[in-house]
Structures are given as structure tokens and as C-alpha cells.
């Protein structure tokens, strides 16, 4: 939730942080994907402020929202969302990647909410045959609960110490996989809404998805055990 700050009679929006969020310090990269309809700029609203790269078919859109009055919508003809790490924001230790996303459609091939850069493979949350899986080089966590269209779902990855979980909508998915490596590496791309450039993106081959309140959070694992989704924005 953005703060609203009182000047006279006159309410301002506050800066990009959460006065409810006992973990921001910790955030390090915040797209809340709100804009105009059919807008093409998205913004980060963490602490860095980085420059989001998008390619034609992510757009703003005020077809379906989680939170505000927009979302990324991902059509059918492709494309992705993507930012270029830095020290400040790879992962090596415990982490929380979290989002929502809606598909309108059971994609023809794997869907990625994000694709997370090792040094030598991808750490994605993808989705396949209607189940979430984690996978670095070959699938690591699968889960087992079909996930439905026409709804949104929080989808989160955490890392505490070197075991990583799958959450769907509070829920652990799968079992747990033993990690050490540092994933979105000083230099390296972070994807959102695919695993790469023209490949695994949201909403590719169906209709469209749509993706919103995408937020990593370095050196925190935010759910231990079964939880309740976030009900506001981050």
C-alpha cells in the first residue's frame, strides 16, 4: 500500500515504500504494473528504481487487476518484461520472489511468472500440464494442484538458508529442493513473465495472461508455513 501524505487539504501520493510491509528495507525490486490502458512503461518501485526493458505484447491493462486498476497483460503474440541486475539485487542467500498472475487459457507450451539467471541455467517458476513447478536445470519441485484459469494466484518461490519451497496461494507445492547458487546474478537479466528472450512467456499460443505486484525480496524468506496471501498491494 502507498502512504498518502496530507499537505493542507491536498493528499500526495507517497514515495515507493510501505509503512505495513515489515520486510521493505529488504525489497529490492517492486512492479506493481500499474499504468494507462494499453500504456508500454512500467515502472520499478523498489528502492533502485530500475529500468524495466519491455517487447511488444506486454502491455498495461485495465482488462483484469489483483491490486490498482491495472496489470501486465501478456497476449497471445508473445514478449517479456525484463531488468539487468546488479550487486544489490542477486540473490545468494535466503530470498522471497513472489507475484500474481491470471491465465485466461491453459498454455500450449511452459509458462513463466519469472525466469531467475544462474551462472549456468535458469531457476524459473514455470507451469505445465496445469501444475507449478521450480526448475534449474530439470525439474526440481513439482507441484500437485491443478491451477485454475480465470482467477488470480499468488505464486511465490522462497529460499531459507539453501531449501528452496514452491508456494500456490498460501499453500506449499511439491517438496523442497537444496540450493546454494546466486540467482539473478550481478549482470545478468532478470525475466518477468518468461524464463528468456522468446521463450516460455506468459500468455504465448493462447489467450492472453496477465501479471501483477511482482516483488523480490533479498536476504528474507517471507513463509515458512502455510499462509494468506498478501490482500493488499505491496
Not at 520499478?44 to 489483483?66: H, K, M, V, W, Y
Request: net charge negative; hydrophobic share 35%.
Amino acid at each position: 500500500m502507498i502512504p498518502t501524505f496530507m499537505l493542507g487539504n491536498t493528499g500526495l501520493v507517497g514515495s515507493p515504500w510501505s509503512t505495513d510491509d515489515p520486510y521493505w528495507t529488504s525489497v529490492v525490486f517492486l512492479a506493481r504494473m500499474e499504468g494507462a490502458d494499453g500504456g508500454t512503461t512500467f515502472v520499478d518501485s523498489g528502492p533502485f528504481g530500475l529500468a524495466i526493458e519491455r517487447t511488444s505484447g506486454f502491455n498495461t491493462s485495465i482488462t483484469q487487476a489483483r491490486f490498482g486498476t491495472t496489470s501486465c497483460e501478456c497476449t497471445a503474440t508473445g514478449g517479456r518484461l525484463r531488468f539487468l541486475n546488479t550487486a544489490a539485487t542477486e540473490l545468494a542467500g535466503d530470498f522471497t520472489i513472489e507475484c500474481f498472475v491470471y491465465w485466461t487459457a491453459t498454455p500450449a507450451g511452459v509458462s513463466y511468472p519469472w525466469g531467475m539467471k544462474t551462472a549456468t541455467s535458469a531457476g524459473p517458476t514455470g507451469w505445465t500440464d496445469g501444475k507449478l513447478y521450480f526448475d534449474e536445470s530439470g525439474d526440481k519441485i513439482s507441484g500437485t494442484t491443478t491451477v485454475t484459469n480465470n482467477a488470480w494466484h499468488h505464486i511465490a518461490v522462497t529460499r531459507s538458508g539453501t531449501t528452496i519451497k514452491l508456494w500456490l496461494d498460501g499453500v506449499q507445492e511439491g517438496g523442497t529442493y537444496t540450493s546454494s547458487a546466486t540467482y539473478c546474478g550481478n549482470g545478468l537479466y532478470t525475466y518477468l513473465g518468461s524464463v528468456s528472450d522468446g521463450n516460455g512467456q506468459l500468455g504465448f499460443s493462447t489467450t492472453a495472461a496477465y501479471l501483477d505486484s511482482l516483488r523480490i525480496t533479498k536476504g528474507v524468506a517471507r513463509y515458512s508455513g502455510t499462509f494468506t496471501p498478501p490482500t493488499v498491494d505491496f
